[in-house]
């Protein structure tokens, strides 16, 4: 059975940090690309960011390049979002999402978790 499952949400004030993880289960991780993706209230599901297989190339969307770095641990079978310098329109539901090498469509998704970014 396919598993993703995300932890680490929560409010935060604007400039704070959280550090969401996605544990995964019942594929071979290592064989997927690995992203993050979120959504907003009234708004279409946007991309996060991603990370290769091997957790050597890593791709952010520019409104959080240079503030969120994604990262994966393939002993553990997680990937994890650090998520610095926090904006109140970082406020959305955030998932991740499994890719298979060679795929063109994502295979698996997590339930999400809520990120509120608010004073």
């Known amino acids: 059975q396919v598993q993703l499952v995300e932890s680490g949400g929560g409010t935060v004030q604007p400039g704070g940090s959280l550090r969401l993880s996605c544990a995964a289960s019942?594929?071979?991780?290592?064989?997927?690309?690995m992203s993050w993706h979120r959504q907003a209230p009234g708004k279409d599901r946007e991309l996060v960011g991603t990370?290769?297989?091997?957790?050597?190339?890593?791709t952010y969307a520019d409104s959080v390049k240079g503030r969120f770095i994604i990262s994966r641990d393939n002993a553990k079978n997680t990937v994890d979002l650090q998520m610095n310098s926090l904006k109140p329109e970082d406020t959305a539901v955030y998932y991740c999402?499994?890719?298979?090498?060679?795929?063109?469509?994502?295979?698996?998704w997590g339930q999400g978790t809520q990120v509120t970014v608010s004073s």
């Open positions: 990370v290769s297989w091997s957790g050597i190339t890593t």
């Open positions: 019942g594929f071979i991780f290592d064989s997927y690309f």
């Open positions: 999402a499994a890719r298979m090498v060679g795929a063109n469509e994502i295979n698996y």
